[in-house]
């Protein structure tokens, strides 16, 4: 059964600490790994990764997929209470028939504290 | 706003009673999918389409669920005798496929709508 695994699941940092958020992923017919940002409302598209090696940055955050470990990190440096959301890992695969699919993880709850 | 768009964004209902949802996607995008999220999880992938064609149901999707697509722009998904268990939020998304010889294996990003949460009581 294809999976996705987050870790940790819930995480409490100061203003100015980088933190990293990590996800696995077991799943057949890989496409790419995409990374969503969920306050409370609908996921917020972040970055999108095909290739290993090969790092996204946009502001203060960055990710970087290993398609070889099979997992992928998203990094948040001079975190800002703005950063607080839940995270979201999602890996697309090709499930046949033209079709794809996104499979999700839990997530990760960043809570940034002033 | 260009953004994808769905109605109502809440809705309550009474246990046994049908509702239907509507999303409208980015207008260029020809991919739409649907997606059902439980508090403190990921998204569930329920339902698939490229353009009109419905192409991928999950098997989360009971016979009591129908999704639509009939011009392959805006969706409606359909739950009929509502349980308390379907208390959730849905989500829609659409993406678009790449121009050329690769269209039809290329995967875009999904963008999501701000969601119906529905409450069966």
């Known amino acids: 059964e294809d999976k996705v695994v987050q870790s940790p699941l819930s995480l409490v940092v100061h203003e100015g600490d980088t933190v990293t958020l990590n996800c696995s992923y077991e799943?057949?017919?890989?496409?790419?790994l995409l990374w969503y940002k969920q306050e409370k409302k609908a996921p917020t598209f972040l970055f999108m990764l095909?290739?290993?090696?090969i790092e996204k940055k946009s502001g203060r955050l960055s990710s970087i997929l290993d398609k070889k470990e099979l997992f992928s990190i998203l990094n948040i440096t001079a975190t800002q209470t703005g950063d607080s959301a839940v995270y979201l890992c999602?890996?697309?695969?090709?499930?046949?028939?033209?079709?794809?699919?996104?499979?999700f993880g839990k997530g990760t709850k960043l809570s940034v504290i002033p | 706003d260009t953004g994808v768009s769905q109605d109502p964004r809440h809705k309550i209902t009474k246990r046994g009673q049908n509702v239907t949802f509507r999303c409208d996607p980015i207008?260029?995008?020809?991919?739409l999918y649907w997606y059902r999220q439980t508090l403190g999880q990921g998204p569930e992938f329920l339902t698939y389409?490229?353009?009109?064609?419905?192409?991928?149901k999950s098997r989360l999707l009971s016979d009591r669920f129908s999704a639509e697509r009939p011009k392959g722009s805006f969706s409606t998904l359909e739950i009929q005798r509502t349980e308390q268990g379907d208390s959730a939020m849905y989500l829609c998304?659409?993406?678009?496929?790449?121009?050329?010889?690769?269209?039809?294996?290329?995967?875009?990003?999904?963008?999501f709508g701000p969601g119906t949460r529905l409450t069966v009581l």
């Open positions: 799943v057949t017919n890989f496409r790419s």
């Open positions: 207008s260029e995008h020809n991919r």
């Open positions: 998304a659409s993406s678009s496929t790449s121009s050329g010889l690769a269209a039809t294996s290329s995967y875009n990003e999904q963008f």
């Open positions: 389409f490229q353009n009109e064609a419905q192409l991928e």
């Open positions: 999602a890996v697309a695969f090709y499930s046949g028939a033209g079709s794809y699919q996104l499979t």
């Open positions: 095909t290739s290993s090696g």
